[in-house]
């Protein structure tokens, strides 16, 4: 029995949730880069003394599952050697980080000479050195050949600034202005949660806190488990297939294998051995892909802390395999690939567990990293990750279609493609199209939400454009009989446009050079679908039609929906077509 009144319980609640809100503002007002305060690929979380998570932001998932292990190997590797007013910093998949361009900052919080929290800020840096520009090196063998690993080590120490190290690890980066800017921004939003942190002990003493808080997990763990007991005992295996990336690797099979017994379930990951590409994931960062397939599954309300996963193992395979990368495997598109191909896995198999809380998968990243020479500041440098060219569709459920340009699954609604405005305004580029794609979506009695399409020109200068993810040559996976009769617009794809007019297209991952008059055009692809495509109302299809989201002939292959040139239904002909499926 909880051994805190309900009403302090919500107090403290709250207040844990405004400190890590005001962490994220922090980050969004004064982060440097339009990845931080465009797109907000970062995520903020607060974790006790343990160090166990107590509260994780809404952000992104890529992230959050990765910390878990990676704050335990930060606070291991220093010990007892934690004082007040050290802050940390690590990007290592060695101490289970994500990939080397997710870059984590620890702040540990004493109050009375007693170490009570942690807080941790991750974000995705535009650049980590390395031989390519924002850290994508499809070339890459091994690790070495990626960028700046950083293994834990403190950036302040008892309060003071390590100058020498941040000028250490500045000095390995492009666009330094702006890694700085970021790097304060993490400072910033540390800081700031640590503020409202040591205001709340203030308030109520450690002891109330810390009982609330082990209440907290108690609650999420109880929920976890009330809903794996509904789930009948036995063994589920689920796969999904990693698309050939080019380099002669093949098609590479992920499997989860699920065992339920009572309100525990342990997870199993069988995966190829690495290879000499970057899709390689190591322990930390695939955790994300497990937790996040699980989390599709239960979709359990909040709180979201670590007593989640008290009555769940993972076993991710023997080190050394694509799931379980051992030095010096290259891994820098891990969180995408082959993240988003583990997720599908495990929430495969957990579907075989509970057939009725099948929802479709949303679409994988297909995305561009750009970089060059700004010629209207001084040819100063620039480089970033474009994260609205990864922006794809989310997958249908059994109750709604999939909403539009919502994901990649890697970061399933929480990434924002920010202001095409502002972009053109931070790099010399402009932005021809940004927009929702025809028949992306995956067909379905419900529709998956559509893909987007984005072209950008370089003004000025040559650009490099590196292309990386994958969905180029497999639509996104449907769900409870949901299949797809028209392919290629549910397909990922680069294109590069001449200024001639011609066009080169790519599916797989490439390095290209833009010239001022040319355009990168990437495509994204859309979400599942959910159901049999021909159980689909008339009229939503119609809708779609109406609103571009849909052709005649998509409503024709997908749906069995018989449209004439004038945009009238052929209500005879389209029962004969569906009738004949």
């Known amino acids: 029995m909880s051994t805190v009144d309900p009403i302090t319980l919500a107090v403290v609640r709250g207040a844990l949730e405004t400190a890590q809100r005001e962490m994220t503002l922090t980050l969004e007002k004064t982060g440097r880069s339009s990845v931080f305060n465009l797109a907000h690929d970062y995520s903020n979380a607060l974790f006790d003394h343990a160090p166990e998570m107590i509260l994780q932001g809404q952000d992104i998932p890529i992230h959050l599952g990765s910390l878990i292990p990676a704050m335990k190997a930060v606070a291991e590797f220093y010990g007892e050697d934690i004082a007040e007013g050290d802050v940390i910093y690590h990007n290592d998949p060695a101490y289970k980080g994500s ?9 540990p919080v004493f109050f009375e000479g007693e170490l009570v929290f942690w807080t941790v800020c991750k974000g995705h840096l535009t650049d980590i050195g390395g031989p390519v520009p924002a850290g994508y090196n499809p070339d890459a063998k091994e690790i070495y050949a990626e960028g700046l690993r950083i ?24 666009a330094r202005e702006s890694q700085e800017g970021d790097l304060n921004a ?33 609650m999420a763990d109880r929920q976890m488990r009330a809903l794996i007991r509904e789930v009948p005992d036995g063994s589920y295996s689920g796969t999904a297939v990693l698309e050939d990336s080019g380099h ?93 191909t583990l997720t599908d896995a495990v929430r495969l198999a957990f579907e075989k567990a509970a057939p009725e809380r099948v929802s479709a998968s949303w679409g994988h990243a297909s995305g561009i ?112 009989g949901a299949r797809n009769g028209l392919v290629a617009p549910k397909l990922g794809r680069l294109i590069h446009r001449r200024v001639d007019g011609s066009e080169t297209a790519y599916t797989q991952n490439a390095m290209l050079e833009i010239s001022p008059g040319e355009r990168v055009i990437n495509i994204n692809p859309g979400g599942g679908g959910y159901g049999a495509p021909f159980a689909r109302p008339v009229k939503d299809v119609l809708d779609d039609l109406r609103n571009g989201l849909v052709s005649r002939e998509g409503a024709l292959l997908d749906y069995g929906v018989v449209v004439d040139e004038s945009g009238s239904l052929d209500e005879m002909a389209t029962q004969r077509q569906r009738s004949t499926s």
């Not at 910033?188 to 997990?217: D, F, M, W």
């Not at 069988?270 to 599709?296: A, D, H, K, T």
């Not at 480089?383 to 794809?392: E, K």
């Open 248 to 340: 002669g690797l093949g098609d590479l099979p992920i499997t989860a294998h699920v065992d339920i017994q009572g309100d525990e379930v342990a997870i199993r990951i069988e995966s190829p051995p690495q290879v000499p590409y970057f899709i390689n994931s190591y322990e930390g960062n695939s955790m994300s892909g497990v937790l996040l397939g699980l989390m599709m599954f239960a979709q359990l309300p909040p709180p979201y802390n670590e007593g989640l996963y008290r009555c769940v193992t993972v076993d991710m395979g023997p080190p050394g395999t694509l799931c379980n990368a051992s030095e010096p495997a290259p891994h820098a598109n891990c969180t995408t690939t082959p993240m988003e």
């Open 369 to 480: 990293n750009i970089a060059g020479l700004d010629p209207r500041r001084g040819n100063s440098q620039y480089v970033t990750m474009v994260l609205a060219s990864i922006i794809s569709g989310a997958g249908a459920t059994s109750t709604m279609d999939g909403w539009h340009s919502r994901g990649p699954l890697c970061c399933f609604g929480a990434l924002m493609s920010g202001d095409i405005e502002l972009l053109e305004h931070s790099y010399p580029i402009l932005i021809h199209r940004y927009s929702l794609m025809t028949d992306s979506g995956g067909a379905g009695e419900r529709r998956g939400g559509s893909g987007t399409r984005l072209e950008i020109e370089p003004l000025e200068h040559t650009m490099t454009a590196v292309a990386f993810g994958e969905g180029r040559q497999y639509a996104t996976a449907g769900a409870a």
């Open 151 to 174: 293994p834990p080590v403190k950036l302040w120490k008892q309060g003071q600034r390590r100058e020498d190290v941040i000028n250490l690890l500045l000095t390995n980066m492009r």
């Open 186 to 218: 993490q400072y910033g939003a540390c800081s700031v949660g640590e503020r409202h942190l040591i205001r709340l002990l203030e308030r109520y003493g450690v002891g109330t806190v810390q009982a609330a808080i082990s209440e907290l997990k108690d």
């Open 99 to 107: 990939h080397i361009i997710d870059c984590c900052m620890y702040k």
